[in-house]
């Protein structure tokens, strides 16, 4: 009987570290199993933010080109008015000059024409006091 009892609690104390061993397994390949999974989503969370930053870098790229577009027609309109700009200067210039032109033809002309009057030599113009020169 004794021999019975010691083959029992051999066989208990063999089953239950056999079933401490698959429990220990379970745990570990639970435990690997886990890890795996850790990874795999890690490594889906890099996939995901490398996917968003390349959306991003997208975004700021097109951003950026509007942004220079935007630059370059207002300097493109800039450049319109200075353009307008000279060339209303321009035509006040030339004006200006063609009034003087005009208002010198106008002072020669009205020289002769006092001349005429006054029956005066145009190689020696001389004025009379009556007419005021200018």
């Given at each position: ?29 639970a435990h690997l199993e886990a890890r795996k999974k850790e990874i795999c989503d890690i ?37 319109r008015k200075e353009e307008e700009w000279y060339q209303e200067l321009e035509q006040i ?42």
């Open positions: 009987m004794l021999e019975i009892q010691r083959q029992l609690e051999e066989g208990r104390k063999k089953l239950l570290d056999e079933v401490a061993a698959q429990l220990a397994k379970g745990k570990e390949a490594s889906h969370r890099n996939k995901l933010r490398e996917r968003e930053r390349e959306v991003l870098d997208k975004m700021l790229e097109e951003n950026q080109k509007r942004v220079e577009e935007a630059q370059r027609r207002e300097a493109l309109e800039q450049l210039q030339r004006q200006k000059e063609e009034a003087t032109r005009r208002k010198k033809l106008e002072e020669e002309e009205e020289r002769a024409n006092q001349m005429k009057l006054l029956g005066k030599n145009k190689s020696r113009p001389k004025l009379s006091f009556a007419v005021g020169s200018k």
